[in-house]
């Protein structure tokens, strides 16, 4: 679900975007493990990418993603979506105030379908924020094979408060 123009910035200050990139790059440990990477943030959609490597596979005779970097990479971005989704709802602050919110973020419900086996060097992640309350985030998230091929979908909840 697109917001309104008018009540969402077109894009966030390059402030925001690096504090924002160091917490989910570096500060989450666990995305580094991953190799995710964000290559896109934006009020409402974020993007990232995961690059094959030999500690991700789940099945050896197939060299195919294992299932649960799938699910924790949507997870994170879903989590993500939802951080933009907070910034921009507060763009009245300044960024490093922004940056402060994200502390009692957390995941509450997760669902993952797995559509198609994830091969491939390469792969594409996108989330968006369907609603934002005040305590409670929903989010749709999708995991993209190289040449754009829908492999999982996610759909997640995150408390906020």
């Known amino acids: 679900m697109t917001r309104p123009a008018t009540t969402t910035p077109a894009q966030f200050e390059d402030e925001f975007v690096a504090g924002l990139r160091a917490i989910f ?17 934006r009020p409402e959609v974020v993007t990232g990418s995961i690059a094959m490597q030999p500690e991700l596979v789940g099945h050896f005779s197939h060299n195919r993603l294992h299932g649960g970097v799938i699910s924790a990479g949507l997870d994170a971005m879903g989590g993500l979506a939802v951080m933009a989704a907070i910034g921009a709802r507060h763009m009245d602050e300044p960024p490093a105030q922004r940056l ?14 797995y559509l198609r086996p994830a091969i491939g060097e390469r792969f594409q992640l996108r989330a968006e924020v369907l609603r934002l309350g005040s305590r409670v985030a929903s989010t749709r998230m999708e995991f993209l094979g190289p040449e754009g091929k829908l492999l ?10």
């Open 152 to 161: 999982s979908s996610g759909a997640g909840a995150y408390i906020i408060s």
């Open 100 to 113: 402060l919110r994200f502390g009692k973020l957390g995941t509450i419900d997760l669902r993952i379908d």
């Open 25 to 41: 790059e570096d500060k989450i440990l666990f995305n580094r493990v991953l190799g995710l990477k964000i290559t896109g943030l």
